[in-house]
T-cell receptor, first 118, second 112 residues
């Protein structure tokens, strides 16, 4: 089955620093990737949609200058949290859609990255 | 506001019992999907039901969809302790470019 990996799985950083999270589709080409954040005991909230080779589309209320998304290849998207603050601490999850699948409804989710900003 | 609202928010049952959770949504959908999430982990896709389908089965899982009521239900039969997790519905909305919008989730605890 389709596998999506994320790296790192956990990261602790100091306030004011930047953190990069990678999302990779391991056995399929992901023309579209999605980034979500999830606070404890809450649901997933979509942050942005990333299409390979073009600018990401951000959801309302998500600062694009703070959450930089790059989707430079069909298998890799990165999310960089710039100038992180404690309120950015969260669980970040990516998902990818198989662009070549006959039915492209299904999204495959990565295992998530837990970010803690101290 | 979220497209999907789930009910109940939490459910505690004994092993062997059935667990039912419901999801309501607001706008027309392409499909509705159910996911499971174990604590602190990623999501596992369970079932996708298309807007023209009314019921779908996968092992011990049964999903129904009522588009007239804009609601769906997930039934887990003969639950096991390993079914303990949070369950989320997610709607793929026609007008939203196939983005998924997640419900609030139901936390299920299956006691051995």
């Amino acid at each position: 089955g389709a596998v999506v990996s994320q790296h790192p799985s956990r990261v602790i950083c100091k306030s004011g620093t930047s953190v990069k999270i990678e999302c990779r589709s391991l056995d399929f080409q992901a023309t579209t990737m999605f980034w979500y954040r999830q606070f404890p005991k809450q649901s997933l909230m979509l942050m942005a949609t990333s299409n390979e080779g073009s600018k990401a589309t951000y959801e309302q209320g998500v600062e694009k200058d703070k959450f930089l998304i790059n989707h430079a290849s069909l298998t890799l998207s990165t999310l960089t949290v710039t100038s992180a603050h404690p309120e950015d601490s969260s669980f970040y999850i990516c998902s990818a859609r198989d662009g070549l699948a006959s039915s492209s409804y299904e999204q495959y989710f990565g295992p998530g990255t837990r970010l803690t900003v101290t | 506001s979220q497209q999907g609202e789930e009910d109940p928010q939490a459910l505690s049952i004994q092993e062997g019992e059935n667990a039912t959770m419901n999801c309501s949504y607001k706008t027309s959908i392409n499909n509705l999907q159910w996911y499971r999430q174990n604590s602190g982990r990623g999501l596992v896709h369970l079932i996708l039901i298309r807007s023209n389908e009314r019921e779908k089965h996968s092992g011990r899982l049964r999903v129904t969809l009522d588009t007239s009521k804009k609601s769906s239900s997930l039934l887990i039969t003969a639950s096991r302790a390993a079914d303990t997790a949070s369950y989320f519905c997610a709607t793929d909305v026609k007008a939203a470019g196939n983005k998924l919008t997640f419900g609030g989730g139901t936390r299920v605890l299956v006691k051995p």
